[in-house]
């Protein structure tokens, strides 16, 4: 297993000298245009809009006497907002990117506690271990195919591979379920397995999170519906077979598609810098869509994400051209597709070429 310690980049003046120009032409920007890189006033209202359309659909469905129809389109709703809340506020709030005050952002992290996620736990995952090694196996979580998926080259090639490309659908099905129930208590076993120290403050969060979670989606729907155990349960499954899908394809099209990058390290030193590592790990889908970064939290302009994480997503689409002329600038490829159609239609093209050859021409 890689440890992420004895791992560095080879901090080349090419590098170096490709993210000095890129952050002084964004620093340009903001100071120019004379704006904050922080949330701006329709992030906040898209912030008290989700969370008010996650509060009233909820509110309906334990309270507003439905019919069956309008209940099934109220838990769709419900549902959906499981979604926007971790890609529009919990990711921003988690970078340090919605407000200037950390502890602001600190607050706005637990929304993640809205969807059964443990904020210490998230920034470990995604913010340490992602951010910092984007597609190095066994560093970067997503990677991960837990022996059912193979997303890189590195892993070692299985029969059952072939049919990845069909069935890898399924498997996502159970991705949220995965962060509600089991990924947290893994992240926990190798963590004390590396010897390293988790404060008695995350154990209590971790626990306070999950009985909460499961006291408002589980108890007290059984409680106050004229309901089954056995549907809630139902409901309870089928809205994370959604959120999975949705949380597996909005992320993974951000980095395996068909012209994925791996690092090649050499002496455990990734041979090329930070910034560099970054861009060519990453690209971007329907950064032109208006619609599709607002629901996606900017997501999908993965890009400026990975080298800005500490900007707002609202900002994303105004910084693409600038990133892109740098990156041209320095003869650097920034990779792209034009919808999120595309995006997976790529991914999962990769996905069957992984599950055929043991190595790739894509490093």
């Given at each position: 297993m890689h440890n992420s310690t004895t791992i560095k980049y080879k901090n080349t003046d090419f590098s170096k000298g490709f993210y000095q120009d890129l952050r002084t032409r964004i620093n340009d920007y903001f100071a120019n245009n004379k704006i904050t890189p922080h949330a701006n006033t329709f992030m906040w209202l898209k912030m008290y809009f989700i969370l008010a359309l996650w509060l009233g659909s909820y509110l309906g469905i334990l309270f507003g006497n439905l019919s069956t129809l309008s209940m099934f389109l109220v838990i769709c709703v419900h549902v959906?907002?499981?979604?926007?809340?971790?890609?529009?506020i919990s990711h921003d709030a988690s970078h340090g990117a919605f407000s200037e005050n950390p502890k602001i952002n600190n607050i706005l992290s637990y929304s993640l506690a809205l969807i059964g996620v443990s904020p210490y736990f998230w920034r470990i995952?995604?913010?340490?271990?992602h951010h910092s090694y984007?597609?190095?196996?066994?560093?970067?979580?997503?990677?991960?195919g837990y022996g059912i998926l193979r997303f890189t080259p590195e892993d070692g090639l299985k029969k059952l591979f072939k049919f990845q490309h069909v069935y890898a659908i399924i498997i996502y099905c159970i991705t949220s379920l995965n962060y509600v129930l089991l990924k947290e208590l893994r992240m926990i076993k190798n963590l004390r397995a590396k010897g390293e120290h988790i404060p008695i403050s995350a154990y209590l969060e971790l626990i306070s999170i999950k009985v909460g979670y499961y006291t408002y989606t589980i108890i007290l729907p059984y409680l106050l519906l004229d309901v089954s155990l056995s549907s809630v349960l139902l409901f309870f499954l089928l809205g994370h077979f959604v959120l999975g899908v949705g949380l597996a394809l909005v992320f993974q099209c951000g980095h395996f598609t068909e012209d994925a990058h791996y690092p090649e390290m050499e002496d455990r030193v990734i041979q090329d810098g930070w910034a560099v590592h970054s861009l060519r790990t990453t690209c971007d889908y329907a950064s032109q869509s208006w619609l599709v970064t607002h629901l996606f939290g900017g997501i999908n302009i993965h890009i400026p994400h990975h080298l800005f994480p500490k900007i707002c997503h609202v900002h994303y689409?105004?910084?693409v051209p600038i990133i892109k002329q740098t990156a041209t600038d320095h003869g650097i490829k920034y990779r792209e597709y034009s919808s999120f159609s595309?995006?997976?239609?790529?991914h999962f093209k990769l996905l069957k070429k992984l599950g055929h050859q043991v190595e790739l021409d894509i490093f």
């Open positions: 959906s907002t499981h979604l926007l809340i971790p890609f529009n995952s995604h913010n340490q271990e984007i597609n190095v196996v066994e560093i970067d979580s997503n990677t991960q689409k105004s910084l595309d995006a997976i239609s790529s």
